[in-house]
């Protein structure tokens, strides 16, 4: 069974910068959707960005110009490059995939039907 590794979460000081990476395993997204979701405590899942299998992007409004989401060649793993960070972007970050869309809008992080990582804190303190 494929599986989505993420790392790049750390604890960091506001207008700092963090690179997240996921990494699938056993399988590859050729033609897939690949994004970052995340959720703060009391918050809602909020979908961070998304790269499609042409490399046409989404971002959230709250993270445009500050975030930047790209993948690697394989298209087995997806980074998200975070600039310019804000306390209100302390969350835990999920990796996901899906070989049809992911959605803008979800119900909540680690839906059925697409593929999620376990996770990783982000902190930012002011």
């Known amino acids: 069974e494929g599986k989505l590794l993420e790392s790049g979460g750390a604890s960091v000081q506001a207008g700092g910068s963090l690179r997240l990476s996921c990494t699938a395993s056993?399988?590859?997204?050729?033609?897939?959707?690949m994004g970052w979701y995340r959720q703060a405590p009391g918050n809602e899942c909020e979908a961070v960005s998304i790269?499609?299998?042409?490399?046409?992007?989404y971002y959230a409004d709250s993270v445009k110009g500050r975030f930047t989401i790209s993948q690697d060649n394989a298209k087995t793993t997806v980074y998200l490059q975070m600039n310019s960070l804000k306390p209100e972007d302390t969350a835990v970050y999920y990796c996901a995939a899906d070989p049809d869309k992911l959605l803008r809008r979800p119900a909540m992080c680690g839906y059925d039907g697409s593929s999620w990582g376990q996770g990783t804190q982000v902190t930012v303190s002011s």
């Open positions: 056993g399988f590859t997204f050729d033609d897939s959707d």
């Open positions: 790269i499609n299998g042409d490399g046409i992007t």
